[in-house]
């Protein structure tokens, strides 16, 4: 979920909640199984520690069950993950957390393991390991994984995105059919499902949670479908990331006059000549 802000300046604009609540009656209409808050889409290290319990209180209280909630709580800091871990435990109806590699320290892989295995032992909820090397520096390799999961009882997926399919392969090879892999990116969803894996945590959802509902469903369902849905969406899926991400989702959901196009520094608007790129290609859908 991308966070919507009020006009105001892009340090001190607040949450837009009534924008928000649209958002999720966007993804309550269309079914989606979870919503996913505080994640970097949300534009979360610009968010204050009082804003995020907001959020998730908000958000639970207006999906009332209709959708799963997951909830990051990554940080660098494993202390720090920990006191976001306990506040966010007081909160009911939480179903999973997600947590990311480490980022920028680049720790080995046995920082990795004694990271992930001390949150997961600190809390009897769902965790979710989110791997993704290119914005964190550091790879979680597979022997590691699994050494996590024997030693843990609540990982129960991974959001692999270690771009190395060979190492993703070898990821649902090694794990048990219980233990999901999702995919990272829109655009790799029917490919990946392809090759076994397990639905996909999207952006293109904030936008398009119909389409995306029916495109899902179809990649398990129906391939002519799924195949043909891949195509029609492949360049949407693609400008979505033009610039960094989430602007480009948030331009689309202001065009249609659903949130309005405001950031917090450091994230700011689209480039004019990037911004004319992507309304062009917008302009191409009938959504």
Same mark, same amino acid.
């Given at each position: 979920m991308v966070t919507p802000f009020k006009e105001w300046n892009w340090i001190d604009n607040e949450v837009d909640y009534k924008a928000l609540w649209k958002l999720l009656e966007m993804q309550i209409e269309w079914n989606v199984d979870w919503v996913l808050l505080l994640w970097t889409t949300a534009e979360n290290p610009t968010l204050t520690k009082k804003e995020s319990i907001e959020i998730v209180k908000f958000a639970i209280e207006k999906l009332d069950w209709k959708a799963k909630v997951m909830v990051n709580i990554w940080n660098y800091s494993t202390k720090q993950t920990l006191k976001k871990l306990e506040k966010f435990d007081k909160i009911e109806w939480i179903d999973a957390y997600l947590v990311v590699n480490p980022y920028y320290n680049k720790p080995t892989q046995t920082w990795l393991y004694l990271h992930f295995t001390t949150i997961a032992n600190n809390t009897k909820r769902p965790v979710i390991l989110y791997n993704i090397q290119w914005r964190t520096g550091v790879n979680l390799e597979t022997s590691t994984l699994l050494k996590i999961l024997s030693e843990t009882k609540n990982i129960i997926w991974v959001? &692999?995105?270690?771009?190395? $399919? @060979? *190492? $993703?392969?070898?990821? %649902?090879?090694?794990?048990?059919?219980?233990?999901?892999?999702?995919?990272? !990116?829109?655009?790799? @969803?029917?490919?990946?499902?392809?090759?076994?894996?397990?639905?996909?945590?999207?952006?293109?959802?904030?936008? %398009? +949670? !119909?389409? $995306?509902?029916? #495109?899902? !469903?179809?990649?398990?369902?129906?391939?002519?479908?799924?195949?043909?849905?891949? &195509?029609?969406?492949?360049? #949407?899926?693609?400008?979505? #990331? %033009? *610039?960094?991400? +989430?602007? +480009?989702?948030? @331009?689309?959901?202001?065009s249609k006059w659903i949130i309005k196009e405001e950031f917090r520094l450091p994230i700011c608007k689209l480039d004019e000549k990037q911004k004319d790129i992507f309304m062009e290609m917008v302009k191409k859908y009938e959504f």
């Open positions: 959001k &692999e995105a270690s771009w190395n $399919m @060979t *190492q $993703m392969k070898d990821v %649902i090879a090694k794990t048990c059919d219980e233990f999901l892999v999702f995919s990272w !990116d829109d655009w790799l @969803t029917y490919e990946l499902v392809k090759n076994w894996w397990d639905w996909v945590i999207s952006v293109a959802s904030n936008c %398009i +949670p !119909d389409r $995306m509902k029916k #495109f899902v !469903d179809n990649c398990f369902s129906n391939d002519e479908l799924a195949e043909k849905e891949n &195509e029609y969406l492949k360049e #949407f899926f693609e400008k979505l #990331f %033009i *610039q960094t991400n +989430p602007i +480009p989702a948030k @331009t689309f959901l202001a």
